[in-house]
């Protein structure tokens, strides 16, 4: 009756269809009877594909097979492969939890962050590999358009799934749509033209009477008033202005969008209205710098200057002989403070604009890069470390280095990337390559965080282990890093 049930390939299948028939697989039996076999790829593949595994405790699956992935039993015993097939289908929870611990700690393995390992060990002895440019990563749309359906974008996803019930941000949503401004100004395609006017239209939908925006909306698409009650909107209103105004100075969007997003933001700078956070002032900084990049309105320099002059007076305030910073403590999307100076600079001319740009950017950059002079994890090299979110660095306390995320990155590389345009320095030009290799690999767990194959970005670098979903912020800020960079 066994052959009714059964089916036996007598082949030596290629990866493609091996992974074919693993993705079928609901358990993953490893039959050796040699001791000392080393290496068993089909096994790797199993654990890669998220598949748990029953096998013999041969010398690889001793090292690889523990009690979270699958079971290990003993060579030539039928029964204990019966027990073990057994337990596992009986307890659909048990095999299903396996398999997820199986593919979240296989990811080490996977060919990119082999690679990251065989770079890391090799530039021992040969510094320069680590050096350079690296090639940029083809610049992608498809996963941006993924998490977005025809409200907005997703907040969340579970690995590269969209997670409807995360509801949406006004964050993610302005983040998209400058995204896709510059993406269609660099590339002209229809679909970053038509991801922009759903991003525009959620902005217009959660547009406040008195010029500030509403940030969470859930997955109903209704406004959460209660959290947006409970939580500062402050950020999330500016970097839609920014949004706004990105959209409205940039020629090769047609004229009808570029007039909605206008109308948009005057509406609320009419309001006057007036932030008091630090990044919300950097970001309407930047909003003010692109219209008078092209319209030179007096009420609006006026407004930009007040907004300059209030990080310097925060900085003054906080600054000391080894503390130049604008706050008490470095936290997130740190490098926006310096760079919203710089472009208040380059509409201004104010020199000390400049000059205190320099000074907290090269502050930053010496707790960010450990080759500039920051203590990190793993000794003086070139990688890029930023800011831990667990706990953040506070002035005169421990800097925390986990968890680092994208966002960060992404902000560093653009004040960078700025900074350079402004002083022609190249020591600018190739620490802002530096970061972005954070991306690449080139972090504290030598791991990829940019996935090449759907064109998302992990949510960010923990102590021990990447986190694989890829959410809206996270996917968003790899594409303004890329979008930063001249092809």
């Not at 690995?159 to 510059?182: F, K, V, W």
């Not at 990190?376 to 953040?392: F, H, L, R």
Request: proline share 4%; with cysteine; charged share 20%.
């Amino acid at each position: 009756g066994l052959s009714n049930y059964v089916y036996f390939y007598n082949t030596y299948f290629e990866v493609k269809k091996l992974l074919q028939f693993l993705e079928a697989t609901d358990i993953y039996l490893s039959t050796s009877l040699n001791p000392n076999q080393a290496v068993s790829g089909t096994l790797s593949y199993a654990l890669g594909s998220g598949r748990p595994v029953i096998s013999t405790a041969f010398a690889q699956a001793k090292q690889d097979i523990t009690s979270e992935v699958g079971i290990l039993i003993d060579f030539k015993n039928p029964q204990a492969f019966t027990d073990a097939i057994i337990k596992l289908i009986s307890n659909n929870e048990l095999c299903l939890q396996m398999g997820k611990n199986a593919y979240f700690r296989t990811r080490h393995m996977t060919l990119e962050n082999v690679a990251q390992s065989y770079l890391k060990y090799f530039s021992q002895f040969a510094p320069e590999l680590t050096l350079g440019q690296r090639k940029l990563p083809p610049i992608k749309l498809e996963y941006l358009a993924k998490l977005t359906d025809n409200f907005g974008i997703i907040q969340f996803a579970k690995l590269t799934e969209p997670d409807l019930s995360s509801g949406y941000t006004l964050d993610d949503n302005a983040r998209a749509l400058i995204a896709a401004a510059l993406h269609y100004k660099k590339f002209r395609t229809h679909s970053a033209l038509k991801l922009a006017s759903i991003y525009l239209n959620f902005l217009y939908r959660v547009a406040k009477p008195d010029g500030y925006f509403d940030n969470y909306v859930n997955s109903k698409r209704a406004i959460d008033k209660q959290r947006n009650v409970q939580e500062n909107s402050e950020d999330s209103s500016a970097r839609a202005l920014y949004a706004l105004a990105l959209v409205s100075t940039t020629e090769q969007i047609p004229k009808r969008i570029r007039h909605q997003a206008h109308s948009l933001f005057e509406q609320s700078f009419r309001k006057n209205i007036v932030f008091s956070s630090p990044r919300a002032i950097a970001f309407y900084i930047k909003a003010l710098n692109c219209l008078l990049s092209k319209w030179k309105e007096p009420k609006t320099l006026a407004v930009l200057r007040s907004g300059c002059e209030h990080l310097i007076t925060l900085y003054e305030k906080s600054r000391s002989l080894d503390w130049e910073w604008f706050e008490h403590y470095l936290t997130y999307s740190n490098a926006i403070l310096p760079e919203a100076l710089l472009l208040g600079y380059k509409i201004t001319s104010e020199r000390k604009y400049l000059k205190v740009s320099g000074k907290t950017l090269n502050f930053l950059i010496g707790h960010t890069f450990p080759s500039q002079g920051g203590p990190a994890p793993g000794g003086k090299d070139s990688t890029y470390i930023p800011i831990g979110q667990s706990g953040w660095f506070p002035k005169g306390g421990t800097r925390q280095y986990f968890d680092q995320q994208p966002e960060d990155a992404t902000a560093t590389i653009q004040a960078l990337n700025a900074m350079f345009q402004i002083t022609n320095k190249e020591y600018y030009k190739e620490l802002a390559y530096k970061a972005f290799n954070w991306f690449l690999g080139d972090n504290v767990l030598r791991q990829v965080v940019y996935d090449r194959t759907t064109g998302g970005c992990y949510d960010g670098v923990g102590e021990k282990s990447i986190n694989l979903n890829q959410g809206a912020e996270s996917t968003i800020s790899y594409l303004l890093a890329r979008l930063s960079f001249k092809d």
